[in-house]
């Protein structure tokens, strides 16, 4: 009998195509997540699971999956994923770690631009069918000269750098792991200490996993320490920020505005996550600018995820070690 593999979210018909030759694939054909429960139902005598951004994984599902050898996240980022129960239970988790970083570093910089520039609110003018014209109004913080601060030096930090180069801005990074001085030099990058960074900067861009030190990293004690009247951007993951904290610092003036792609909501393994977008972030239009999670929408790139994903199975399922491997198997 074929390895079955069960996919929890839609996929290019190209990656079942990749799959069926060796395996009976249990595909997801609505835009629609599957619920931990019906995947569970579908993957109780499965092989291998393809797992995405809004699913989880932990010991309990593990215990209910006898069969399974490897789950291939379609994703870099695993915070929603028990690593260590993997491990503990003998399964592959792999991940697709490079193909993320570009389109997520051009969702950023997007964020970046119409926030600061308050194209949106321009946007919105013009279709109230009111605008007769150029005014003296809308002004706004442009890029060039200002400082803007890059937490997270990984590739997406340094893809962002990159992008930034030609802005002619003063960059700034904080990371544990300092660049070469060749990697600084292509964006004429300067590391300091967290603090330095964002009373220095007048943008902050967010781009550190999520991990226990990162939870609310951006909190109501670091808003305080931030420039008054700097941007916040933030396309890495939702709960590295207090969302309630922003609101009230947009509230005060103090922070002139938020841009994001991810929210506290879609962290699914925290227990205590919110289950919504605080309504004053929502109804405060004109400091923010908020995209439903579509730094790695290219749709030719997720393609690629998906189909580098299966790759990583179909390598677990021949006993081979998956390239995208996050953990490490005994033999």
């Known amino acids: 009998m074929k390895p079955k593999v069960v996919i929890t979210n839609w996929v290019h018909p190209e990656v079942i195509e990749l799959l069926e030759p060796n395996c009976e694939v249990i595909a997801n054909p609505n835009q629609e997540s599957l619920s931990r429960e019906e995947i569970l139902q579908r993957a109780k005598n499965a092989d291998a699971l393809m797992v995405f951004m809004p699913d989880t994984i932990d010991e309990a599902f593990l215990r209910e ?4 050898k490897v789950i291939g996240a379609a994703l870099k980022g695993y915070d929603n994923f028990d690593i260590d129960a993997c491990t503990r239970c003998g399964v592959w988790f792999t991940i ?3 193909l993320l970083s570009a389109p997520t570093a051009e969702i950023t910089i997007g964020l970046l631009i119409g926030l600061s520039r308050q194209m949106l609110t321009g946007d919105r003018l013009i279709r109230t069918g009111k605008f007769a014209g150029w005014r003296p109004q809308l002004y706004s913080l442009g890029l060039a000269n200002r400082t803007l601060g890059i937490v997270g030096m990984g590739a997406l930090g340094k893809a962002i750098a990159q992008r930034l180069a030609g802005f002619e801005m003063r960059l700034l990074y904080s990371d544990p792991v300092a660049l070469t001085p060749e990697q600084e030099a292509i964006g004429n990058l300067s590391r300091v200490p967290f603090d330095t960074l964002i009373e220095l900067s007048d943008f902050v861009v967010l781009v550190v996993p999520l991990q226990p030190a990162t939870f609310h990293l951006i909190n109501v004690n670091t ?49 205590d996550r919110p289950h919504t977008i605080p309504q004053s972030l929502l109804e405060n239009t004109n400091q923010t600018f908020l995209t439903p999670h579509i730094g790695s929408a290219v749709d030719d790139l997720r393609r690629n995820i998906a189909l580098e994903s299966a790759q990583n199975i179909l390598q677990a399922l021949q006993g081979q070690k998956p390239q995208g491997a996050v953990n490490c198997l005994k033999d």
């Not at 999956?65 to 399974?68: A, I």
């Not at 916040?232 to 994001?260: F, K, M, T, W």
């Open 65 to 68: 999956c006898p069969q399974l």
């Open 96 to 98: 697709v770690p490079s």
């Open 223 to 271: 808003l305080a320490k931030m420039k008054p009247g700097s941007f916040l951007i933030n396309p890495g993951r939702g709960s590295v920020v207090d969302e309630q904290a922003v609101c009230q610092a947009l509230e005060s003036g103090h922070l002139a505005g938020y841009a994001a792609d991810v929210f506290e909501m879609e962290d699914w393994y925290r227990s």
